[in-house]
Protein backbone atom coordinates (compact mmCIF):
# COMPACT_ATOMS: atom_id res chain seq x y z
CA UNK A 1 0.00 0.00 0.00
CA UNK A 2 2.96 2.26 0.99
CA UNK A 3 4.41 1.64 -2.58
CA UNK A 4 0.50 2.58 -4.75
CA UNK A 5 0.76 6.09 -2.33
CA UNK A 6 4.45 7.25 -3.29
CA UNK A 7 3.14 6.72 -6.77
CA UNK A 8 0.22 8.88 -6.28
CA UNK A 9 2.13 11.48 -4.37
CA UNK A 10 5.04 10.64 -7.22
CA UNK A 11 2.36 11.74 -10.08
CA UNK A 12 -0.03 14.62 -8.87
CA UNK A 13 3.77 16.11 -7.33
CA UNK A 14 5.46 16.25 -10.79
CA UNK A 15 4.00 19.23 -12.25
CA UNK A 16 4.72 21.61 -9.24
CA UNK A 17 8.40 19.75 -9.27
CA UNK A 18 8.74 20.79 -12.82
CA UNK A 19 7.78 23.90 -12.42
CA UNK A 20 9.52 24.97 -9.46
CA UNK A 21 12.71 23.33 -11.12
CA UNK A 22 12.23 25.71 -14.55
CA UNK A 23 10.99 22.33 -16.86
CA UNK A 24 7.96 24.02 -17.90
CA UNK A 25 9.31 24.33 -21.30
CA UNK A 26 9.05 20.32 -21.50
CA UNK A 27 5.00 20.57 -22.37
CA UNK A 28 5.86 23.05 -25.62
CA UNK A 29 7.18 19.80 -27.34
CA UNK A 30 4.10 17.70 -26.39
CA UNK A 31 1.96 20.47 -27.65
CA UNK A 32 3.93 20.53 -31.43
CA UNK A 33 3.61 16.94 -31.65
CA UNK A 34 0.21 16.45 -30.50
CA UNK A 35 -1.01 19.66 -33.13
CA UNK A 36 0.85 18.10 -35.97
CA UNK A 37 -0.29 13.97 -35.57
CA UNK A 38 -3.41 15.50 -34.83
CA UNK A 39 -2.89 17.54 -37.79
CA UNK A 40 -1.89 14.85 -40.09
CA UNK A 41 -4.62 11.88 -38.84
CA UNK A 42 -7.50 14.25 -39.38
CA UNK A 43 -6.09 15.29 -42.92
CA UNK A 44 -6.08 11.91 -43.27
CA UNK A 45 -9.37 11.43 -42.18
CA UNK A 46 -11.26 13.80 -44.67
CA UNK A 47 -9.31 12.57 -47.20
CA UNK A 48 -10.72 8.90 -46.38
CA UNK A 49 -14.36 10.32 -45.77
CA UNK A 50 -14.16 11.88 -48.91
CA UNK A 51 -13.23 8.77 -50.91
CA UNK A 52 -15.92 6.35 -49.18
CA UNK A 53 -18.62 9.39 -49.86
CA UNK A 54 -17.53 9.24 -53.49
CA UNK A 55 -18.01 5.50 -53.77
CA UNK A 56 -20.95 6.10 -51.45
CA UNK A 57 -22.46 8.30 -54.25
CA UNK A 58 -21.28 5.80 -56.92
CA UNK A 59 -22.36 3.04 -55.73
CA UNK A 60 -25.11 3.32 -53.38
CA UNK A 61 -27.22 6.15 -55.11
CA UNK A 62 -30.67 6.40 -56.00
CA UNK A 63 -31.10 7.85 -59.11
CA UNK A 64 -33.87 10.94 -59.12
CA UNK A 65 -34.64 12.54 -62.16
CA UNK A 66 -33.95 16.18 -63.11
CA UNK A 67 -37.05 16.79 -64.08
CA UNK A 68 -39.95 16.73 -61.14
CA UNK A 69 -42.51 14.44 -60.77
CA UNK A 70 -46.19 14.60 -59.22
CA UNK A 71 -48.22 12.08 -57.63
CA UNK A 72 -46.96 9.02 -55.80
CA UNK A 73 -43.65 9.33 -58.32
CA UNK A 74 -42.70 12.79 -57.34
CA UNK A 75 -43.27 11.61 -53.58
CA UNK A 76 -41.10 8.74 -54.06
CA UNK A 77 -38.55 10.89 -55.89
CA UNK A 78 -38.18 13.03 -52.51
CA UNK A 79 -37.77 9.87 -50.45
CA UNK A 80 -34.91 8.83 -52.58
CA UNK A 81 -33.11 12.40 -52.40
CA UNK A 82 -33.54 12.18 -48.43
CA UNK A 83 -32.29 9.01 -48.46
CA UNK A 84 -29.25 10.24 -50.30
CA UNK A 85 -28.49 13.09 -48.33
CA UNK A 86 -29.23 11.01 -45.02
CA UNK A 87 -26.39 8.75 -46.40
CA UNK A 88 -23.86 11.07 -46.83
CA UNK A 89 -24.49 12.21 -43.33
CA UNK A 90 -24.20 8.51 -41.91
CA UNK A 91 -20.78 8.27 -43.40
CA UNK A 92 -19.63 11.57 -42.70
CA UNK A 93 -19.97 11.15 -38.76
CA UNK A 94 -19.58 7.21 -38.59
CA UNK A 95 -15.46 8.21 -40.21
CA UNK A 96 -15.34 10.93 -38.04
CA UNK A 97 -15.98 8.56 -34.95
CA UNK A 98 -14.07 6.27 -36.47
CA UNK A 99 -10.79 8.77 -36.84
CA UNK A 100 -11.48 9.63 -33.59
CA UNK A 101 -11.34 5.77 -32.54
CA UNK A 102 -8.04 5.79 -34.29
CA UNK A 103 -6.31 8.76 -32.19
CA UNK A 104 -7.77 7.66 -29.08
CA UNK A 105 -6.55 3.80 -30.10
CA UNK A 106 -3.35 4.79 -31.40
CA UNK A 107 -2.21 8.05 -30.02
CA UNK A 108 -1.20 7.06 -26.65
CA UNK A 109 1.69 4.62 -28.17
CA UNK A 110 1.90 6.78 -31.03
CA UNK A 111 3.52 9.67 -27.90
CA UNK A 112 5.39 7.63 -26.12
CA UNK A 113 7.35 6.75 -29.10
CA UNK A 114 7.69 9.87 -30.40
CA UNK A 115 8.40 11.46 -27.22
CA UNK A 116 11.19 9.02 -26.21
CA UNK A 117 13.93 11.33 -26.23
CA UNK A 118 12.32 13.88 -24.27
CA UNK A 119 10.72 11.49 -21.69
CA UNK A 120 14.02 10.00 -21.10
CA UNK A 121 15.81 13.13 -20.87
CA UNK A 122 12.81 14.65 -18.38
CA UNK A 123 13.80 11.37 -15.92
CA UNK A 124 17.74 11.84 -16.01
CA UNK A 125 17.09 15.43 -15.26
CA UNK A 126 14.34 14.80 -12.22
CA UNK A 127 16.83 11.95 -10.90
CA UNK A 128 19.58 14.73 -10.93
CA UNK A 129 18.41 17.41 -9.64
CA UNK A 130 16.83 15.01 -6.65
CA UNK A 131 20.28 12.62 -5.95
CA UNK A 132 22.03 16.40 -6.50
CA UNK A 133 24.55 14.40 -8.87
CA UNK A 134 24.76 14.79 -12.34
CA UNK A 135 26.88 12.72 -15.18
CA UNK A 136 28.19 14.32 -18.03
CA UNK A 137 25.73 14.29 -20.94
CA UNK A 138 26.84 11.15 -23.27
CA UNK A 139 25.16 10.65 -26.53
CA UNK A 140 25.67 7.18 -27.09
CA UNK A 141 23.90 6.48 -23.50
CA UNK A 142 21.35 8.88 -24.35
CA UNK A 143 20.80 6.89 -27.77
CA UNK A 144 20.83 3.57 -25.85
CA UNK A 145 18.20 5.17 -23.61
CA UNK A 146 15.88 6.75 -26.97
CA UNK A 147 16.20 3.07 -28.22
CA UNK A 148 15.20 0.89 -25.30
CA UNK A 149 12.22 3.72 -24.46
CA UNK A 150 11.17 3.31 -28.37
CA UNK A 151 11.00 -0.37 -27.88
CA UNK A 152 9.34 -0.72 -24.69
CA UNK A 153 6.70 1.40 -25.90
CA UNK A 154 6.09 -0.96 -29.36
CA UNK A 155 6.57 -4.32 -26.78
CA UNK A 156 4.42 -3.05 -24.33
CA UNK A 157 1.39 -1.66 -27.01
CA UNK A 158 2.01 -4.89 -28.22
CA UNK A 159 1.32 -6.90 -25.67
CA UNK A 160 -1.70 -4.71 -24.56
CA UNK A 161 -3.06 -5.63 -27.99
CA UNK A 162 -2.42 -9.16 -27.96
CA UNK A 163 -4.11 -9.34 -24.44
CA UNK A 164 -7.09 -7.26 -25.14
CA UNK A 165 -7.45 -9.73 -28.57
CA UNK A 166 -7.56 -12.56 -26.34
CA UNK A 167 -9.56 -11.46 -23.15
CA UNK A 168 -12.51 -10.01 -25.57
CA UNK A 169 -12.22 -13.20 -27.54
CA UNK A 170 -12.63 -15.23 -24.84
CA UNK A 171 -15.67 -12.63 -23.16
CA UNK A 172 -17.80 -13.55 -26.64
CA UNK A 173 -18.07 -17.20 -24.97
CA UNK A 174 -19.05 -15.61 -21.64
CA UNK A 175 -20.75 -12.56 -22.20
CA UNK A 176 -21.92 -11.76 -18.97
CA UNK A 177 -17.64 -11.44 -17.74
CA UNK A 178 -18.12 -8.28 -20.40
CA UNK A 179 -17.66 -5.75 -17.37
CA UNK A 180 -15.01 -7.67 -15.40
CA UNK A 181 -12.97 -8.01 -18.93
CA UNK A 182 -13.08 -4.30 -19.24
CA UNK A 183 -11.55 -3.79 -15.97
CA UNK A 184 -9.07 -5.78 -16.06
CA UNK A 185 -8.03 -4.70 -19.84
CA UNK A 186 -8.08 -1.17 -17.77
CA UNK A 187 -5.61 -2.53 -15.12
CA UNK A 188 -3.30 -3.96 -17.89
CA UNK A 189 -3.22 -1.16 -20.15
CA UNK A 190 -2.72 0.82 -16.34
CA UNK A 191 0.32 -1.75 -15.48
CA UNK A 192 2.22 -1.18 -18.84
CA UNK A 193 1.96 2.59 -18.87
CA UNK A 194 3.51 2.42 -15.65
CA UNK A 195 6.09 0.23 -16.20
CA UNK A 196 7.56 1.94 -19.37
CA UNK A 197 7.59 5.14 -17.23
CA UNK A 198 10.13 3.16 -14.73
CA UNK A 199 11.89 1.64 -17.13
CA UNK A 200 13.80 4.73 -17.87
CA UNK A 201 14.75 4.69 -14.52
CA UNK A 202 15.83 0.91 -14.90
CA UNK A 203 17.57 1.34 -18.02
CA UNK A 204 20.22 3.88 -16.11
CA UNK A 205 20.77 1.02 -14.03
CA UNK A 206 21.69 -1.04 -16.90
CA UNK A 207 19.34 -3.36 -16.32
CA UNK A 208 18.11 -5.71 -18.90
CA UNK A 209 14.31 -6.55 -19.99
CA UNK A 210 13.90 -9.15 -17.55
CA UNK A 211 15.39 -8.06 -14.18
CA UNK A 212 13.57 -4.66 -15.69
CA UNK A 213 10.12 -6.93 -15.07
CA UNK A 214 11.13 -8.19 -12.06
CA UNK A 215 11.96 -4.87 -10.16
CA UNK A 216 8.97 -3.48 -11.42
CA UNK A 217 6.93 -6.06 -9.77
CA UNK A 218 8.77 -5.32 -6.59
CA UNK A 219 7.62 -1.70 -7.01
CA UNK A 220 4.14 -2.68 -8.24
CA UNK A 221 2.03 -0.68 -6.50
CA UNK A 222 4.15 2.39 -7.35
CA UNK A 223 3.99 1.01 -10.66
CA UNK A 224 0.35 0.77 -10.89
CA UNK A 225 -0.31 3.67 -9.13
CA UNK A 226 1.86 5.67 -11.59
CA UNK A 227 0.26 4.02 -14.94
CA UNK A 228 -3.21 4.75 -13.18
CA UNK A 229 -3.45 8.08 -13.05
CA UNK A 230 -1.52 8.48 -16.41
CA UNK A 231 -4.46 6.29 -18.05
CA UNK A 232 -6.64 8.64 -16.31
CA UNK A 233 -5.54 11.80 -17.83
CA UNK A 234 -5.25 10.62 -21.21
CA UNK A 235 -8.85 10.44 -20.87
CA UNK A 236 -9.43 13.91 -21.09
CA UNK A 237 -8.75 15.48 -24.69
CA UNK A 238 -5.42 17.19 -25.45
CA UNK A 239 -4.97 17.79 -21.64
CA UNK A 240 -3.88 14.25 -21.39
CA UNK A 241 -1.33 13.99 -23.81
CA UNK A 242 0.30 16.85 -23.62
CA UNK A 243 0.60 16.48 -19.86
CA UNK A 244 0.24 12.74 -18.89
CA UNK A 245 3.86 11.12 -20.32
CA UNK A 246 5.49 14.08 -18.81
CA UNK A 247 4.03 13.80 -15.62
CA UNK A 248 4.47 10.04 -15.79
CA UNK A 249 7.82 10.39 -16.42
CA UNK A 250 8.70 12.35 -14.20
CA UNK A 251 6.80 11.03 -11.35
CA UNK A 252 8.14 7.65 -11.41
CA UNK A 253 11.21 9.59 -10.75
CA UNK A 254 9.43 11.25 -7.74
CA UNK A 255 8.25 7.88 -6.61
CA UNK A 256 11.50 6.36 -6.54
CA UNK A 257 13.57 8.66 -4.85
CA UNK A 258 10.80 10.10 -1.98
CA UNK A 259 12.77 11.18 0.68
CA UNK A 260 14.98 12.64 -1.52
CA UNK A 261 12.11 14.76 -3.45
CA UNK A 262 11.02 15.74 -0.26
CA UNK A 263 13.96 17.29 0.79
CA UNK A 264 15.41 18.70 -2.62
CA UNK A 265 15.65 22.36 -2.71
CA UNK A 266 14.41 24.37 -5.35
CA UNK A 267 16.66 24.59 -8.46
CA UNK A 268 18.07 28.24 -9.31
CA UNK A 269 20.21 26.75 -12.13
Known amino acids: MDGFTRGISGFTGAAGFMLRHRMGWMFLAPVLLWALFAFGLFQAGNSLADTVQAWGAAHLDLTVPEAPRQGLAGYWDGLKAFLNGARDVVLWIALKLAVLALVALVGKYVVLVLLSPLLSYASERTEELLTGTSASFSLLRWSREVVRGI ?119
Not at 158 to 186: D, K, Q, R
Not at 191 to 213: C, K, N, P, Q, T
Open 151 to 269: GMALRNGSLELGINALVWAATLFLPLLAPLSALFLWLVSCWFYGFSMFDYIHERRRLGLRASVRAARERRGMVLANGLLFNLLMKVPLLGMVAAPLLAAVGAVLAHTPKAAATMPASRS
